[in-house]
C-alpha cells in the first residue's frame, strides 16, 4: 500500500479561499486524497504531520523564469546569454532552479534562456542529477531586426550565428521554422519581443512584429501542444497580441481600456512584473550622477541629457502600470507573478519583494496576490486541472508556513518550513528553530 502523509490541524490557504484552520490534508503517492475538517482516520503506517495552526499551501509558480540570469565573470555588454560559456549558464541554471524549490517554488514558466538551458534543466531533473521545480521550458527570445535588444547589444559586429539568449526571426515562414525548430527540440512557450520599454528605456506605441508573425507563432506552438508569450509593454502590441492568441502578455506596461477588454476576452494572462522597473526608479533617484554615470546603460554610449530622459520615461511608465495593475484586478484579469530575477538589486530566491509591491505599495490584498502565484501560474501552464490549488484529486506540490501569508505575505520569506514537490518531500525545516 502507498505511504500516506497525512497534514493534520492545517491553517490552510487552498488557493482560492479565505483561510480555513484546523483543516486535515492526506497525500497518497503524488496525490491529494483528503481535504478538508472531518478528522481523518490513521493508519499505523501513515507519516503524520501535526501542522499545529501553521500554513499549508499550493507550492508556487513563477510564471517569468529567466534560468540563465545572475552573477557572470563578465557583466558588460553584450548582454543576455554572451556573458559566459554555455557550461557556466548550465551551472547557474542549477543553482537559479534549486533556490526557487528552496523559496517554496514548485513550478516555473520559462521566459527566454540561452543554449536550451529550461530544457536541459527539465531533462536533468526527469533524470535525477538536479533538483529542480516543474519546468515549463522556453524558447530563446525572439526578436525582430531592429528590435531595441538587437544592435545595442553589440553582438552584431561579433558576427556571431548564435545570440545567446535571443534569436533574430523574421517574416512569417522564418516565424514558423524557428518556432518548430525550438519547440521540437524540446521548448514548449515561444517567446517573442514585441515592443521596447520595461527594461532600461521607456515605452514606445508600437509592435516589432505584424499580426502575421504573431499568429504564425500562435499556430505553430499550437501544433506542439505548446503555447506563446510576449514582452509586451505596448498598448498596441497588448491589443494584438491577445486578440492573435497568445497566452501570457509579459509587462503589459501601457495596457489602455480597449487592451483590458481583448486579454479579457481572450482569457489572456498578464505578468506586471513591477520589481524590475521599481528597482531601477529606485536607484536612479539615489544616484548621483555628478559623482559617477548611471550603471544600467542601453549598451551605446549616450550624453547625461539623454540618460536622464531616459530614466524619467521609465519612471513615467512605472506610474502609469501602478495605477492600471489595480485597475486590472478589479476588471478580472488574471495576473501572474514572477519577474527578471538574477538581474541586479534582485536575486533569485527574493521572490517575496515583487508579491510585496502589490499588497504594500498597490493596495492589493495578499490573498489576491497569491492566487496569482498558485491558481493563475497553474493555470497559465495549461495544468490548471492538476496543479494550483489544494483540491483532492490534484498532485500534491504543498508548502507549509509559518505564519499566514494570507494576511502578512512577507511570512513567505523566511518561513517556508516544508516544499512537497509531486508528493514527495524535497525540503524539510520543520524541526529547525524559527527563524
Ligand atoms: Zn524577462
Known amino acids: 500500500m502507498t505511504q500516506r502523509t497525512l497534514f493534520t490541524n492545517a491553517h490552510l490557504l487552498d488557493g482560492q479561499n479565505a483561510a480555513v484552520a484546523g483543516a486535515n490534508v492526506v497525500v497518497e503517492g503524488r496525490h ?7 478528522p481523518v482516520q490513521v493508519r499505523p503506517e501513515d507519516r503524520v504531520i501535526d501542522l499545529a495552526g501553521r500554513t499549508l499551501m499550493p507550492g508556487m509558480v513563477q510564471s517569468h523564469f529567466h534560468a540563465a540570469f545572475g552573477p557572470v565573470p563578465d557583466p558588460s555588454p553584450p548582454s543576455l546569454g554572451l556573458e559566459a560559456s554555455s557550461t557556466y549558464f548550465g551551472m547557474l541554471g542549477v543553482r537559479n532552479a534549486k533556490l526557487a524549490l528552496e523559496h517554496g517554488v514548485t ?3 520559462g521566459s527566454s534562456n540561452p543554449a536550451g538551458l529550461d530544457v536541459s534543466l527539465r531533462e536533468a531533473g526527469l533524470l535525477g542529477i538536479a533538483e529542480v521545480p516543474r519546468i515549463v521550458p522556453c524558447t530563446r527570445e525572439f526578436i525582430a531586426s531592429g528590435d531595441y535588444a538587437d544592435g545595442n547589444n553589440r553582438s552584431w559586429f561579433m558576427q556571431l550565428g548564435e545570440h545567446g539568449a535571443l534569436r533574430h526571426v523574421n517574416g512569417v515562414e522564418a516565424m514558423r521554422q524557428a518556432c518548430g525548430e525550438e519547440l521540437g527540440r524540446g521548448a514548449r512557450v515561444v517567446k517573442l519581443s514585441i515592443a521596447r520599454g520595461h527594461g532600461v528605456a521607456p515605452t514606445e506605441d508600437h509592435s516589432y512584429y505584424t499580426r502575421g ?3 504564425a507563432a500562435v499556430d505553430v506552438a499550437n501544433t506542439h501542444r505548446g503555447f506563446v508569450r510576449a514582452h509586451c509593454p505596448s498598448a498596441v502590441g497588448v491589443r494584438m497580441c491577445a486578440e492573435a492568441g497568445v497566452r501570457i502578455i509579459d509587462h503589459a506596461d501601457r495596457i489602455d481600456a480597449a487592451g483590458i477588454e481583448a486579454v ?3 482569457g489572456a494572462f498578464i505578468t506586471p512584473s513591477m520589481l524590475w522597473t521599481v528597482s531601477f526608479v529606485r536607484l536612479s533617484e539615489g544616484w548621483d550622477h555628478s559623482a559617477m554615470p548611471f550603471p544600467i546603460n542601453v549598451g551605446i554610449p549616450e550624453p547625461h541629457h539623454e540618460v536622464l530622459e531616459r530614466i524619467d520615461g521609465v519612471r513615467r511608465d512605472l506610474e502609469y502600470t501602478s495605477e492600471m495593475v489595480p485597475k486590472m484586478v478589479e476588471a478580472g484579469v488574471k495576473l501572474l507573478v514572477g519577474d527578471d530575477f538574477g538581474f541586479p538589486m534582485m536575486p533569485h530566491g527574493d521572490y517575496v519583494s515583487e508579491y510585496e509591491i502589490y499588497t504594500e505599495t498597490l493596495g492589493i490584498p495578499p490573498l489576491v496576490v497569491l492566487q496569482w502565484a498558485t491558481r493563475n501560474g497553474a493555470e497559465a501552464m495549461g495544468r490548471g486541472d492538476e496543479l494550483g490549488t489544494v483540491e483532492v484529486g490534484k498532485l500534491a506540490d504543498l508548502l507549509v508556513v509559518d505564519g499566514d501569508p494570507s494576511t502578512d505575505i512577507g511570512v513567505l ?9 509531486d ?13
Open 107 to 109: 513550478s516555473v514558466i
Open 423 to 435: 508528493g514527495e518531500v524535497v525540503r524539510d525545516r520543520l524541526e529547525e528553530p524559527a527563524s
Open 413 to 421: 520569506r523566511d518561513g517556508i518550513r516544508l516544499v512537497m514537490l
Open 213 to 215: 508573425e504573431i499568429e
Open 264 to 266: 479579457l476576452e481572450a
Open 32 to 38: 491529494l486524497t483528503h481535504v478538508g475538517t472531518e
